[in-house]
């Protein structure tokens, strides 16, 4: 899952908390995350995903203890410089969330924020969602932020190319192939300057997919719409087994 580093280097304005479009994007998850995670002042959050800690600090922001995680060494290593310049308390670790170095029951919640889904095949999801059901206490929660790429392919809105202004530069992108036994769609990205890319695979996940799974690995799923003008939607899945 680490062959994303470059895409996250190219494209790192939008990733680092201490640009101004990540902090854009802090502030929108600190407001999803009020909106739709409720639980007591100084809950324990596991935030599974990470990067370079903008999720996280969505998290600090609504009165949690976050825990981040992510198998980017490049955002991880960016975050926890972040979070030690600003002296802000916030554990983030290089880790794979197939195998979470956690004891079992040991989180009031988990957050899967600004659509990791692409990152993963559906057996990974399911090797983390059994993860994530193992470390949350019974009841706990694990809230989900992703964007229905089956809908939105559907309902007209896909662009097949794409241009991306980073680093002084334009990045083209541009749909290569359809793996319909792997469920991935790969995608070349192109600087305009120079004519070198390179390609990355994305799985293309939806509702009903991401819903299959978390039932199989033992969470009650529900939905709802987050933005009406584009197909990202946010679940709550619940461990089953009493309250925290």
Not at 47 to 75: K, Q, W
Not at 83 to 104: G, W
Not at 209 to 214: P, S, V
């Amino acid at each position: 899952m680490n062959g994303f580093e470059q895409y996250y280097r190219i494209f790192s304005e939008d990733f680092l908390p201490s640009s101004p479009k990540g902090y854009e994007r802090m502030v929108e998850l600190t407001e999803l995350v009020g909106e739709y995670l409720n639980l007591g002042e100084g809950a324990l959050v596991l935030d599974i995903g990470c990067g370079a800690g903008i999720s996280t600090m969505a998290l600090i922001n609504n009165d949690y203890r976050a825990v981040g995680m992510d198998s980017c060494g490049f955002l991880i290593e960016e975050g926890k410089k972040f979070f030690a310049e600003n002296q802000i308390p916030a554990q983030i670790l290089l880790a794979d969330a197939r195998k979470m170095p956690f004891e079992d029951a040991h989180f009031d919640a988990a957050t899967m924020l600004a659509n990791p889904f692409p990152h993963w095949s559906m057996e990974d999801f399911y090797a983390i969602a059994r993860e994530t059901f193992r470390v949350l206490k019974p009841g706990g929660t694990l809230m989900i932020d992703f964007a229905d790429f089956v809908q939105l392919r559907f309902s007209g809105g896909w662009r097949n190319t794409h241009i991306n202004f980073a680093g002084g530069g334009a990045v083209i992108s541009t749909d290569c192939k359809f793996d319909s036994a792997r469920g991935t769609l790969s995608r070349r990205f192109t600087d305009a300057r120079t004519g070198r890319g390179f390609s990355l695979d994305f799985h293309i996940w939806s509702e009903y997919m991401i819903k299959f799974i978390l039932n199989l690995a033992g969470f009650e799923v529900e939905f709802w719409r987050a933005d009406a003008d584009f197909p990202r939607k946010v679940g709550i899945a619940t461990k089953k087994g009493g309250d925290l």
